[in-house]
């Protein structure tokens, strides 16, 4: 693989409904590093979140990820991990050595490095990806999504 890219990176989501913002979360995952673990929300967590709608559970959601990264050939470059609290693994796994966020999940990857530091551990390089924006100027989520207002790709509906 490519020598200026991270050995291994983490990112993490609920993954309801796969969507435009997914995949290029997804996509930048693999550009930045050669191996990217995938955390996704369990369906205990993802309920804790209060949604305003129901979500898929843990094994469609997982699967459509898995899906999604087989039609791009990186299922191989990626491991996958039940997330059942806001951390994961990243506080305390020593051969992380990136975090991908959003810009709004930025406050919790400087929590999770907060917490590796007290434990001794290297703060992991933070990158923030701008939310992917549907043709209203809005970002596109699986709440707008399941309400029908755009598409998987960010189209106004109706």
Do not use: C
């Not at 989501?13 to 913002?21: E, L, N, R, S, Y």
């Not at 001794?120 to 939310?131: A, E, H, R």
């Amino acid at each position: 693989m490519s020598e200026q890219r991270l050995k291994s990176i983490t990112v993490a989501g609920t993954f309801d409904v796969m969507h435009k913002g997914h995949w290029y979360l997804l996509d930048e995952a693999f550009r930045i590093a050669d191996n990217v673990m995938i955390g996704i929300t369990t369906d205990r967590f993802a309920a804790s979140m209060k949604k305003p709608h129901i979500i898929d559970p843990y094994p469609m959601r997982l699967a459509d990820v898995q899906a999604y990264l087989n039609e791009r050939n990186l299922l191989e470059r990626s491991t996958f991990f039940p997330l059942d609290d806001p951390y994961g693994p990243a506080t305390d796994n020593t051969n992380l050595e990136g975090i991908l966020v959003s810009e709004e999940t930025e406050p919790r990857a400087e929590e999770i490095n907060q917490i590796r530091v007290k434990k001794g551990k290297k703060p992991l390089l933070i990158f923030v990806m701008k939310m992917v924006l549907a043709d209203d100027g809005k970002p596109i989520s699986s709440t707008r999504v399941r309400r029908q207002e755009v598409d998987r790709y960010g189209r106004l509906i109706g």
